[in-house]
């Protein structure tokens, strides 16, 4: 899955801490993101919402949420997410079963210029796009 310009990641709990069962991800969603296309894959998804506001799209339904408010992408369901507002939005994602967060470390380690930790290099659950991303609001 290809990387947003200027996301921010931080891994807070991964695979090997917790016997492969969750991880647990901060992330920063830049203004005006366009976020992943229309995807899902075998884990579930909860999005909690931090800071800013996001749009959330789960199957068919659209639906804006922000801070304190949390979205859930259940495993094999379509979903993304975007935020077209002018503000960051942050977000805590908590991935069960657990691996998806190699992902976040890599897009951390490209964004910082240095190689991800040894860890992340192991194999990341399979991610099937379905469809485009949420379009802006003219």
């Known amino acids: 899955m290809a990387s947003v310009a ?8 991964r695979s090997e801490e917790t016997g492969g069962h969750v991880s647990v991800t901060d ?6 993101s366009a976020g992943p296309p229309l995807h899902a894959h ?3 998804e909860a999005f909690y919402m931090l800071e800013g506001e996001l749009i959330f799209q789960v199957e ?3 639906v804006a949420k922000g801070a304190g408010e949390l979205s859930f ?10 935020n ?9 994602l908590v991935c069960t079963p657990a691996g ?3 992902h976040w470390a890599r897009v951390a380690a490209e964004a910082a210029g240095i190689e991800p930790p040894q860890w992340a290099l192991q194999a990341i659950p399979e991610v ?3 469809g485009p991303q949420i379009a802006a609001q003219p």
């Open 73 to 82: 992408a259940p495993r094999n369901v379509a979903h993304t997410l975007a």
């Open 42 to 44: 075998n884990f579930d």
């Open 100 to 102: 998806f967060e190699r």
């Open 84 to 92: 077209h507002s002018g503000a960051p939005a942050r977000y805590v």
């Open 6 to 13: 200027n996301l921010r990641t931080n891994v807070l709990l």
């Open 128 to 130: 099937t796009v379905v």
């Open 60 to 62: 068919g339904a659209l």
């Open 27 to 32: 992330i920063v969603v830049p203004p005006h």
